[in-house]
């Protein structure tokens, strides 16, 4: 089973460059407990980076366990009901976290 590092190493290949359109964008991801850590990932100019730790200036960061981030990149947790039932949190501008989940095909 994959980490949840290797999932954020694996995000740029996964990059739907179409879909992103003109979006530029950091969201932060700050994820707790086991195997939980900050990963950045920026999305400009049709493409897709991702850094582990925390940007400045973030235009959204996305809080949650790193066990249900896990389960949501591989299909085992449905990212609204996660959201609707508070595993996921949201600073910032959440339309840009709605449009990052269509980029990966979420």
């Known amino acids: 089973m994959a980490t949840v590092a290797e999932l954020f190493e694996k995000m740029p290949s996964q990059f739907q460059a179409d879909k ?4 530029d964008a950091v969201i932060l991801f700050d994820l707790a407990g086991d195997g939980g850590g900050q990963w950045s990932v920026t999305i400009a100019n049709g493409a897709c980076e991702v ?3 925390a940007a400045d200036n973030p235009k ?3 809080k949650m ?3 249900d981030y896990h ?3 591989t ?3 449905n990212p609204m009901m996660a ?3 508070g595993k996921v949190k949201v600073e ?4 840009t976290v709605m449009k990052f989940q269509s980029i990966f095909g979420m």
């Open 20 to 23: 992103a359109g003109d979006m």
């Open 51 to 53: 850094t582990e730790g």
């Open 60 to 62: 959204s960061t996305v």
């Open 65 to 67: 366990d790193a066990g």
């Open 71 to 73: 389960d949501m990149i």
């Open 75 to 77: 299909g085992k947790l």
């Open 83 to 85: 959201f609707m039932s």
């Open 92 to 95: 910032g501008d959440l339309n």
